[in-house]
């Protein structure tokens, strides 16, 4: 029922945290929780555990993106290959 909704959001928005879902979709974040756990279990996102802290105090939750989906690289110079001598 929210899966829909909730893989429609992170295809839009890419990886994200489970709050960060839970504010742009208008649902709990209980129920966003237990939606990405079933999500997880049938491969169709990936997830891990994170830790956040926001004024000293550690925040956990679950960072999230579609299964199979790799980040855009970050902006800025590569790395060069430097021969062997």
């Not at 504010?23 to 929780?33: D, E």
């Not at 994170?50 to 800025?76: H, M, N, S, W, Y």
Request: a positive charge; one cysteine or more.
């Amino acid at each position: 029922m929210h899966s829909t909704q909730i893989l429609q959001y992170l295809k839009k928005h890419g990886q994200q945290a489970d709050w960060e879902i839970a504010a742009g979709t208008g649902l709990a974040l209980s129920t966003v929780h237990a939606t990405l756990i079933s999500l997880s279990e049938r491969g169709e996102i990936s997830s891990c555990n994170v830790t956040k802290f926001i004024d000293g105090q550690p925040v956990e939750g679950l960072l999230c993106r579609i299964a199979g989906t790799i980040p855009p690289a970050a902006p800025g110079r590569k790395a060069s290959v430097k021969p062997l001598a």
